[in-house]
């Protein structure tokens, strides 16, 4: 399902206009932008948490060379579901 289809079963599911449920869809997401940039983390009781993560620097190994080459330290976004989620998927 990509971002239109979506918006479609929001506006259809809230009884929304479809610009209404995309300013919706719009508005959440870079509130959750803006929460993980803040390095805040989001918790959706029953849905699941988004966070960020550290991820710690390593050396990898470029395979068409086999040269060894230092990977910098980053942070990742993360997104753990919650139970009832997992719960719903597993029906």
């Known amino acids: 399902m990509?971002?239109?289809?979506?918006?479609?079963k929001l506006a259809d599911d809230a009884g929304l206009k479809k610009?209404?449920?995309?300013?919706?869809?719009?508005a959440f997401m870079n509130g959750?932008?803006?929460i993980m940039a803040?390095?805040?983390?989001?918790q959706l009781v029953g849905f699941g948490?988004?966070?960020v993560k550290d991820r710690a620097a390593k050396t990898g190994v470029n395979p068409a060379t086999g040269e060894k080459i230092e990977i910098a330290a980053c942070k990742v976004p993360s997104f753990k579901p919650g139970?009832?989620?997992k719960d719903e998927i597993n029906k």
């Open 49 to 51: 948490t988004f966070e």
């Open 38 to 42: 803040d390095g805040d983390k989001l």
């Open 2 to 8: 990509n971002k239109s289809e979506f918006v479609a």
């Open 83 to 85: 139970k009832a989620l």
């Open 32 to 34: 959750v932008k803006e």
């Open 19 to 26: 610009a209404d449920a995309e300013k919706f869809l719009d």
